[in-house]
């Protein structure tokens, strides 16, 4: 077995990889499905369609308009290291991941899934909120240490103090639940 970090885009999710497959999960700052009202999926439709209209621009065009439209927008409410990552990314590409991230939707098939898990709750979360966090770890059919982090988003970044160990001690928990198995 060997430690693996797998983002689907749609999760974040750090998953033990073992030889048959997917092993025990620790999921972090994540839900089940992101967007269920008419307004979430109104603004994932739009990140669509932006990404769409954005292939029809040129390269200098593009970096234009991430400068002038979205980058002076967006980095406002944002921590200096985070406005940096986005400025080295091509914005329709986060468009575009954004949009997948609105699509996905897991709650048809997550009671199908039966490995040891771990969940890491954001309680001060901007981005997934903490109540649909909470309900995907009273989903997931295994049996799930659920952890909290009194943090954003953000936190394996901005409060890896507090995140970093408890993301060490899931990863634990879930291992020693497969050795138990």
Same mark, same amino acid.
């Given at each position: 077995? +060997?430690?693996?970090? !797998?983002?689907? *885009?749609?999760? #974040?999710? &750090?998953?033990?990889? *073992? ?6 999960? $620790? /999921? !972090? =700052?994540? @839900? ?21 209209? +954005? ?9 234009? $308009? ?7 927008? %967006? ?13 080295? #990314?091509?914005?329709? #590409? ?6 997948? &991230? *609105? !699509? ?8 199908? &899934?039966?490995?040891? =898990?771990?969940? &890491?709750?954001?309680? %001060? ?10 309900? /995907?770890? !009273? +989903?997931?059919? +295994? ?5 909290? $982090?009194?943090? *954003? #988003? ?12 408890? /993301?060490?001690? @899931? ?8 050795? @138990?198995?």
């Amino acid at each position: 077995m +060997s430690m693996t970090r !797998a983002t689907s *885009g749609r999760s #974040h999710r &750090i998953a033990v990889i *073992g030889g048959d497959g997917i092993g025990p999960e $620790v /999921l !972090a =700052a994540t @839900a089940g499905y992101f967007a269920s009202s008419r307004d979430e999926r109104l603004n994932f439709l739009g990140l669509n369609g932006l990404a769409r209209l +954005s292939r029809l621009l040129s390269a200098q065009t593009r970096s234009w $308009v991430t400068e002038q439209i979205y980058l002076q927008r %967006k980095t406002q409410s944002l921590a200096d290291w985070a406005a940096r990552q986005i400025a080295s #990314h091509d914005w329709r #590409h986060v468009l575009e991941a954004g949009s997948e &991230i *609105g !699509a996905f939707d897991s709650r048809r098939w997550l009671n199908d &899934i039966d490995v040891p =898990a771990a969940m &890491i709750i954001t309680t %001060k979360d901007q981005v997934v909120p903490t109540r649909r966090q909470e309900e /995907l770890a !009273a +989903s997931l059919r +295994s049996s799930t240490v659920t952890y909290r $982090v009194e943090a *954003g #988003h953000d936190a394996v970044f901005a409060a890896r103090d507090q995140f970093v160990p408890l /993301l060490v001690d @899931a990863c634990q928990q879930v291992v020693r639940g497969v050795a @138990a198995a």
